[in-house]
């Protein structure tokens, strides 16, 4: 479900999901992973800092720490959300992947046809919370982290050799394709 805040914290963390549509693994059909990771890295020259997130086959969880306020987080998600879907359908092109191509397009409702929206990528809306403790920082990060053994998918073994994580660095200290800042080491950088 879609947050909508009128007063905006800085030095904030929020926690923040976003999924494909349907739940369709558009994530995996397309090997996004370097595509998301561009994203995080342009919200990191903005001073918007990811501390921590998880990429599955079909949505994504990640914490972002905002040191000031600039633009409002639900800004901030949906232009993300509209950079990843694009590249999304442009892979899908490419893959020929023609049938879910139709699928997509055929799910726009009327109002979002009438504003020129092509393709309904993900989910109308986004989860999203803000963490106002360092407790409730480091449980969103277990519950992340975690995501690839639990439930239904079972992607690894061990969730710290899970490669679209944040898990290893926490874990062992070694950083994965992207490099997040640690939790604790956010404040230093402002």
């Not at 494909?20 to 996004?32: A, K, M, S």
């Not at 919200?43 to 994504?60: A, C, E």
């Not at 049938?99 to 109002?111: F, Q």
Request: glycine share 4%; with cysteine; proline share 3%.
């Amino acid at each position: 479900m879609s947050t909508k805040k009128e007063k905006y914290n800085k030095d904030t963390f929020y926690f923040c999901t976003i999924t494909c549509f349907e739940w369709i693994p558009l994530f995996d059909i397309t090997n996004l992973y370097d595509h998301i990771y561009k994203w995080f890295r342009i919200l990191k020259s903005k001073k918007i800092y990811v501390v921590g997130f998880v990429i599955m086959p079909n949505h994504m969880h990640f914490i972002v720490y905002l040191p000031e306020i600039t633009i409002n987080i639900n800004s901030i998600i949906g232009t993300g959300k509209r950079f990843t879907a694009y590249e999304i359908i442009k892979r899908l092109k490419e893959l020929e992947q023609f049938d879910l191509l139709n699928k997509l397009e055929n799910a726009v409702n009327i109002t979002d046809k009438k504003r020129n929206k092509l393709h309904q990528v993900f989910q109308p809306s986004f989860d999203l919370k803000e963490l106002v403790t360092e407790k409730y920082v480091i449980q969103k990060l277990n519950y992340i982290h975690k995501n690839p053994i639990s439930g239904k998918y079972n992607l690894v073994d061990d969730y710290t050799l899970y490669k679209y994580s944040s898990a290893r660095f926490y874990e062992q200290g070694r950083q994965g394709d992207f490099e997040v800042t640690h939790y604790l080491k956010v404040k230093d950088l402002i």
